[in-house]
């Protein structure tokens, strides 16, 4: 069943929603993980783009979320500059919801050497994947606690130094590419930055306290536009772009702080998918198509003869 998630309609539980501008992770220090891990999904094709992030699909093209735009992105320490007027905003194809996507597409004046195509999901994400999450937001701050006053509208926050009933984390001026893992704990959401739109096709992903060992994330300020991949048992797919994040009523700063319980909203590139390959023209299209379609294609095409 499909939900349309809209901020202005939501109870108090979740009353903000803001635009996710690496990734916060929960891990002793915070600081890690500015490297390629070791199952790499796809890191050098994430650059900083702007206040936000961007995602090389592969031969010249980039994807972003709308409210970044287009611009030069930083790939690997080189700054590669747009076509001008190349820049195309992805279009939702759904009865009730708005026209324009929070999603953008646009052509590169130059091809960044040494980085090959990724791979766009073609089926719907499912409940509990395990995802990595990558993204040039803030760094993260110090670990901070609150108690909370439930029976105010909005909620009243006060910070603790113990004991508090909400735990969490600020973050720094200072970002960074940086990579964590989350699952995937609510798909077939149809999300509205405000109660005019855009309504985006996404799935969501809870940010949830379980030992500092783990590199849980959750999305930042500087976020959006980050990459979010999903591994279909013999290789990795770029199944969402981070546009949003879900908070609590009367969160402090709530751009700055990601406190346990937070959600970060991604675009599901299974629907947008579609759309992104009669944009960018042959051979991206065969490039980006899953390994079991473009070795089906072969295999027809070797019968035939």
């Known amino acids: 069943m499909q939900t349309r998630w809209l901020a202005v309609f939501l109870s108090a539980t979740f009353a903000w929603f803001q635009s996710a501008s690496g ?5 002793a220090t915070g600081n890690g993980n500015t490297n390629a891990p070791a199952n790499d999904p796809g890191w ?3 650059g900083t783009l702007g206040g936000g992030t961007g995602i090389y699909l592969g031969d010249g ?6 409210h970044v735009g287009a611009g030069p992105i930083t790939l690997q320490g080189i700054a590669y500059n747009p076509v001008p007027g190349s ?4 279009t939702n194809n759904t009865p009730g919801m708005t026209a324009l996507s929070d999603l953008l597409l646009f052509q590169l004046s130059s091809m960044p050497a040494g980085l090959g195509s ?8 499912t409940l509990n994947a395990p995802v990595v999450m990558i993204g040039a937001g ?3 701050g110090a670990f901070t606690q609150w108690t909370i006053d439930q029976a105010t509208t909005p909620w009243t926050w006060t910070e603790v130094s113990s004991g508090g009933n909400a735990a969490g984390y600020q973050t720094l001026e200072s970002r960074a590419m940086r990579w964590g893992t989350n699952t995937i704990n609510a798909t077939d959401v149809w999300f509205a930055e405000s109660p005019s739109g855009p309504d ?3 799935f969501a992903t809870l940010f949830e306290y379980s030992g500092l060992s783990d590199n849980e994330a959750q999305a930042s300020l500087g976020d959006s536009g980050g990459a979010v991949f999903t591994h279909n048992g013999s290789s990795w797919e770029l199944h969402g772009v981070m546009f949003d994040v879900e908070g609590f009523s009367g969160q402090p700063s709530p751009e700055t702080t990601a406190i346990f319980g937070n959600d970060t909203l991604s675009a599901d590139l299974s629907y947008y998918a579609p759309q992104i390959m009669t944009i960018i023209p042959e051979p991206s299209i065969y490039a980006l198509l899953s390994l079991s379609a473009a ?3 072969f295999a027809g095409r070797r019968a035939r003869r």
Request: glycine share 0%; hydrophobic share 60%; no cysteine.
């Open 23 to 27: 990734v916060v992770i929960n891990t």
């Open 44 to 46: 050098a094709n994430i």
């Open 61 to 66: 093209w980039v994807l972003t979320a709308a």
């Open 87 to 90: 820049a195309v905003q992805l």
């Open 118 to 125: 990724l791979t766009l999901a073609s089926s719907a994400p």
């Open 138 to 140: 803030r760094d993260r």
């Open 200 to 202: 985006v096709k996404s």
């Open 295 to 297: 070795a089906a294609i």
